[in-house]
T-cell receptor, first 112, second 112 residues
Framework: SAVISQKPSRDICQRGTSLTIQCQVD?????MFWYRQQPGQSLTLIAT?????????ESGFVIDKFPISRPNLTFSTLTVSNMSPEDSSIYLC?????????FGPGTRLTVL | SQKIEQNSEALNIQEGKTATLTCNYT??????LQWYRQDPGRGPVFLLL?????KEKRKERLKVTFDTTLKQSLFHITASQPADSATYLCALEGSNDYKLSFGAGTTVTVRA
């Protein structure tokens, strides 16, 4: 299994600002994933973060809007830049181990 | 395009009955299919994985079937309890990549 923590657990932000979300895993992993879950929707993969290389973004998501860092094998950050109310969502990080994905508790972001 | 569809309506059942959830997919050739549980304000929690060459898998009161001809998985919660109330998500990983795609989920409410 994997134990994942995220900070902050929730935040309320003003339009035009940026928020950085941290994800910490209890052991080393090669890939970390960032998902978005909009209200009443399922999870959508934003990007995959590998240590030592640039993140790979899914269609509809770009690095300028969602820059990701992966400085080591247990930590990653996702920044939501120049926020608008449409960015209000839950943001989740996850890791895969033995064909199973383990998720963090999520960061609930509200943009006013 | 690829699609994953789950029961669109919420399921309300009496305690002790069996809940049956459906997951249909199109334009996937999944190596396996997974089911997750998500409680409000929490990240998804892995429940079961069934591989393409498996017809059925059980875990305690949970049973999953996988029909690759029908492109369908059924998820059963037997002897349901109020604590089973949650949203249940199915997820597919394609045979050509490692990325998980999620259905929108089915919300189950078990009445005491």
């Amino acid at each position: 299994s994997a134990v994942i923590s995220q900070k902050p657990s929730r935040d309320i932000c003003q339009r035009g600002t940026s928020l950085t979300i941290q994800c910490q895993v209890d052991s080393q992993v090669t890939m970390m994933f960032w998902y978005r879950q909009q209200p009443g929707q399922s999870l959508t993969l934003i990007a995959t973060a590998n240590q030592g290389s640039e993140a790979t973004y899914e269609s509809g998501f770009v690095i300028d809007k969602f820059p990701i860092s992966r400085p080591n094998l247990t930590f990653s950050t996702l920044t939501v830049s120049n926020m608008s109310p449409e960015d209000s969502s839950i943001y989740l990080c996850s890791v895969e181990r033995a064909d199973t994905q383990y998720f963090g508790p999520g960061t609930r972001l509200t943009v006013l | 395009s690829q699609k994953i569809e789950q029961n669109s309506e919420a399921l309300n059942i009496q305690e002790g009955k069996t809940a049956t959830l459906t997951c249909n997919y199109t334009n996937y050739s999944p190596a396996y299919l997974q089911w997750y549980r998500q409680d409000p304000g929490r990240g998804p929690v892995f429940l079961l994985l069934i591989r393409e060459n498996e017809k059925e898998k059980r875990k305690e009161r949970l049973k999953v079937t996988f029909d690759t001809t029908l492109k369908q998985s059924l998820f059963h919660i037997t002897a349901s309890q109020p604590a089973d109330s949650a949203t249940y998500l199915c997820a597919l990983e394609g045979s050509n990549d490692y990325k998980l795609s999620f259905g929108a989920g089915t919300t189950v409410t078990v009445r005491a």
